[in-house]
């Protein structure tokens, strides 16, 4: 089997490549996840908004500071759909079919 380091993961997912990728959902402020979730295509999102929501968002708007490293987060955009998701890089469990260490 196959397997791939976390930092590896994190440096594979920073050059902006597209990625399969399978985690473990996990919401601390609603108490909820253990689902298991699994795209085969996204990558990292570069901006906080992709761009089919940017006509919803008014760009005088505050966002809040996501904080991805304080975190240990990063929001991916999922393909070919667009839509933005969050993923705890500490419940990635599979990334280009490798078992994640």
Do not use: C
């Amino acid at each position: 089997m196959d397997t791939i380091t976390l930092k590896e993961v994190i440096e594979r997912m920073d050059k902006g490549e597209i990625f399969s990728i399978a985690f473990i959902s996990f919401n601390k402020r609603e108490n909820t996840g253990g689902e298991w979730i699994a795209f085969e295509q996204a990558y990292k999102s570069k901006f906080q908004t992709a761009t089919s929501h940017a006509n919803t968002t008014s760009h005088t708007t505050r966002r809040k500071d996501p904080k991805h490293f304080d975190n240990s987060t990063r929001n991916l955009v999922v393909l070919p759909e667009g839509y933005i998701v969050k993923v705890h890089l500490r419940l990635i469990r599979r990334f280009n079919s490798k078992v994640v260490l």
